[in-house]
């Protein structure tokens, strides 16, 4: 089954809430759901936006939660 273009969107806002709400690891949860539709679509330049922005978001959330390497990760990832 291939992801919609607006169910990676909608995980990552999700993810954007519970990091607000400071529930890190349930933002984790989401920008992972998030990251693994995405690798279903084509990569355009708003996929590659999104892919990059989730990954930022989830290594902030790892450095949160002092998972040092995770964050580094995904650091690279995101660049």
Same mark, same amino acid.
């Given at each position: 089954m291939t992801a919609s273009l607006s169910e990676p969107g909608d995980l990552r806002e999700q993810g954007n809430?519970?990091? /607000? +709400?400071? /529930?890190?690891?349930?933002? *984790?949860d989401r920008y992972t759901e998030a990251l693994n539709a995405l690798v279903?679509?084509?990569?355009s330049e708003? *996929? /590659?936006n999104d892919?990059?922005?989730?990954?930022s978001n989830?290594? +902030?959330?790892? *450095?949160?939660l002092n998972q040092y390497e995770e964050a580094i990760e995904d650091a690279t990832r995101a660049l």
């Amino acid at each position: 089954m291939t992801a919609s273009l607006s169910e990676p969107g909608d995980l990552r806002e999700q993810g954007n809430q519970a990091f /607000k +709400q400071g /529930k890190f690891q349930e933002a *984790i949860d989401r920008y992972t759901e998030a990251l693994n539709a995405l690798v279903d679509l084509q990569l355009s330049e708003t *996929i /590659k936006n999104d892919l990059t922005k989730c990954y930022s978001n989830r290594s +902030q959330c790892y *450095i949160n939660l002092n998972q040092y390497e995770e964050a580094i990760e995904d650091a690279t990832r995101a660049l």
